[in-house]
């Protein structure tokens, strides 16, 4: 099965993931100017008020590069809708998305389809992240256009399943569009995803250490410094497993070999008391190791670029 025409501006099949606090404006921008999707979460913009300006910058901008670029157009982008209850903004956060019409809605900690028939409604796409092939299947059944498999290794909320298991079980039955979430990080893995059976690279971590990303230079840093080792795997921060940089737990107070468990009962994603946990507690995935300095995201994408097609060469791929 094709990619929908949405995905046909891209130069790179790779989705910028969306950062909780990190990703902004000027990163999803530059992101689609360089050819990938750029994607942020709708709850980074707070006030909730501040969407509306955030998308309309973006909107902008984007048709602007167009205008400028016809030989060169922006890639779309994407915004990431909390699904899960304690979510208090998404009513009115996708009032915003349909004021604008993204293009790609990417959906997270639950399958709705009231939310895929509103995407659907102003003609965008839904894709929705999924760590196993049970929720895979509830995802399409609820009406979700794709899915995103988020593999072990990947930064934030994360999954343990091995990517070429959880690629292979998805597409036994599932023809539609897939992406592949899961230490990724350079145009080596990009095609590796691709081999495997994905339309598309999902990566985040990476962009975590560009100039235009919102994040603690500190924070960057560890990135640029950090390896697969520096990664701990836990539920404690937001009630959900997912991975985090060793560095910031210990920063802290905590011991990041020996954290309690948390109770998923107490979940919650909407509140400031989340941003708090993920300002101070650094989500990051297992690909770092290729991350060594920090740079604009446009000069990352060309690298990952040089890579993809490199490593099609030394395959012999046309």
């Known amino acids: 099965m094709a990619l929908p025409p949405v995905f046909k501006k891209l130069r790179l099949p790779v989705i910028g993931a969306p950062l909780f606090i990190i990703s902004n404006p000027q990163l999803v921008i530059a992101q689609c100017q360089a050819g990938i999707v750029g994607a942020m979460p709708a709850l980074n913009a707070r006030p909730a008020s501040q969407l509306d300006d955030w998308l309309a910058e973006i909107t902008e901008t984007l048709a602007a590069w167009d205008r400028a670029h016809p030989e060169q157009p922006a890639a779309p982008f994407a915004i990431n809708q909390i699904v899960h209850k304690s979510n208090d903004r998404l009513e009115h956060d996708m ?3 349909a004021k604008y019409r993204v293009p790609i809605v990417i959906s997270s900690l639950g399958a709705r389809e009231d939310v895929n028939h509103a995407v659907h409604d102003w003609g965008g796409v839904v894709l929705h992240d999924v760590i196993n092939d049970r929720f895979a299947h509830k995802a399409i059944e609820k009406g979700a256009d794709g899915l995103i498999a988020v593999a072990a290794g990947a930064g934030g909320h994360a999954g343990v399943k091995s ?11 599932f023809d539609g569009p897939l992406a592949l979430s899961g230490a990724i990080a350079t145009g080596d893995a990009v095609l590796s995803a691709q081999a495997m059976g994905a339309d598309l690279a ?9 100039q235009e990303a919102r994040a603690q230079e500190a924070y960057k840093q560890a990135i640029v410094d950090g390896t697969s080792d520096d990664i701990v795997y836990t539920n404690l921060f937001t009630g959900v497993h997912g991975n985090y940089l ?27 008391a989340a941003a708090k946990a993920w300002k101070d507690i650094w989500g990051c995935g297992q690909g770092i190791a290729a991350v060594t300095d920090v740079r604009p995201a446009a000069e990352m ?18």
Not at 164 to 172: D, T
Not at 204 to 210: D, E, K, N, P, V
Not at 301 to 318: C, G, K, P, S, V
């Open 95 to 97: 009032q915003m998305c």
């Open 163 to 173: 990517p070429f298991a959880l690629v292979q079980e998805i597409r036994r039955w």
């Open 202 to 210: 999902y990566i985040g971590s990476a962009f975590i250490a560009t």
């Open 246 to 272: 060793a560095p910031s737990i210990r920063a802290a107070g905590m011991d990041p070999e020996h954290l309690p468990e948390s109770d998923p009962s107490k979940m919650n994603f909407g509140g400031n």
């Open 301 to 318: 994408i060309a690298r990952l670029q040089r890579q993809y097609h490199a490593a099609r060469e030394r395959l012999q791929l046309n």
